[in-house]
């Protein structure tokens, strides 16, 4: 099970951000843990009003393009984006979504 903090800043109108990814696994006695996690730094982070998209590096050196949507007071989902098309536009993945909400 995945779970992830987000933590975006605002500096002279740029923005800056931080991923922790945390591990979740179930013991078994039934609790859950986190089981390890991982500090990446946003690349080029963007926001639109609705939609934080942003790219992160993952272990392999490859870049994966991540968006959070927007989807009530204080939450959202945060997916990985796939290029589809001739065109290279890009879409949100159904594949992996985290249900995020936010936490003062």
Known sequence: MP???LK???KDGKLSGRVTFYLIHQSADGRREV???EDIDMLEPSFDGQRLTF???NPSG???PM???LTGDGEGELATQ???GDRGERRES???VVKMKRVK
């Open 3 to 5: 779970a992830a903090d």
């Open 8 to 10: 975006i800043a605002e």
């Open 35 to 37: 089981g390890g996690e």
């Open 55 to 57: 790219k992160l590096k």
């Open 62 to 64: 490859e870049t994966v």
């Open 67 to 69: 968006a959070l949507r």
């Open 82 to 84: 796939v290029t589809v």
């Open 94 to 96: 159904r594949g992996m």
